[in-house]
């Protein structure tokens, strides 16, 4: 059965780098596209970006700038960096697996990694 | 401001029917195929329906999906109290070539 497992820091400050890595356990890497979204606090789902087998990223156009996904399949593993984050990046950030296409759902989601960003 | 609308809640009895709303445009909707998503609180979002109407195999076909034009729909028949969590649509808009989601509908069972 194919699990995520996400892990980093979860408590920043201001003008940090916001750093996540997802692990892919029990599944093929290559097979797949590979997603960030994050949920702010009693808000909803937010879609940060997205990176193919290839190597090409996709990214929200109002993070593009502060945003870079990448990915390590020899450890089958992806990553999330946010730098200059603020109080608004503060969320819980998901990783997530969709089938090979830009924009297919995510049908398999990691736990979750509570982001606070406090000075 | 999410790209994708619905509305914030709806509810029902249990047995009874609700229905969710999605409105996007020709860019999302109106250009790509919808999911949607189920969340309890303090639980990663679980995909409850793809392609507009197809189901993963473990949801029950209590739950149905479908789109016209710039609008999907999500049906949960048989409403059961383990049903009241919180709805996402999502699709992916070529005007932006990002994935969008709605803001969430909570599904409260009276």
């Known amino acids: 059965q194919v699990q995520l497992q996400q892990w980093g820091a979860g408590l920043l400050k201001p003008l940090e780098t916001l750093s996540l890595t997802c692990e892919v356990y029990g599944g093929s890497f290559s097979g797949y596209f590979w997603n960030w979204i994050r949920q702010s606090p009693g808000k909803g789902l937010e879609w940060i970006g997205e990176i193919n087998q290839s190597g090409t990223t996709k990214y929200n156009p109002s993070l593009t700038s502060r945003v870079t996904i990448s990915a390590d399949e020899s450890k089958s593993q992806f990553y999330l960096k946010v730098k200059s984050v603020t109080a608004a990046d503060t969320a819980v950030y998901y990783c997530?697996?969709?089938?090979?296409?830009?924009?297919?759902?995510?049908?398999?989601w990691g736990q979750g990694t509570v982001v606070t960003i406090s000075s | 401001q999410s790209v994708l609308t619905q509305p914030p809640s709806v509810s029902a009895a249990p047995g009874q029917k609700v229905t969710i709303s999605c409105s996007g445009s020709s860019s999302n909707i109106g250009h790509s195929y919808v999911a949607w998503y189920q969340q309890f609180p303090g639980t990663a979002p679980k995909l409850l329906m793809f392609e507009n109407d197809k189901r993963p195999s473990d949801i029950p076909d209590r739950f149905s999906g479908s789109k016209s034009g710039t609008s999907a729909t999500l049906d949960i028949t048989g409403l059961q109290t383990g049903d009241e969590a919180d709805y996402y649509c999502g699709t992916w808009d070529s005007s932006l070539s990002a994935g969008v989601f709605g803001g969430g509908t909570r599904v409260t069972v009276l």
């Open positions: 997530a697996r969709a089938l090979i296409g830009w924009g297919n759902p995510s049908d398999i």
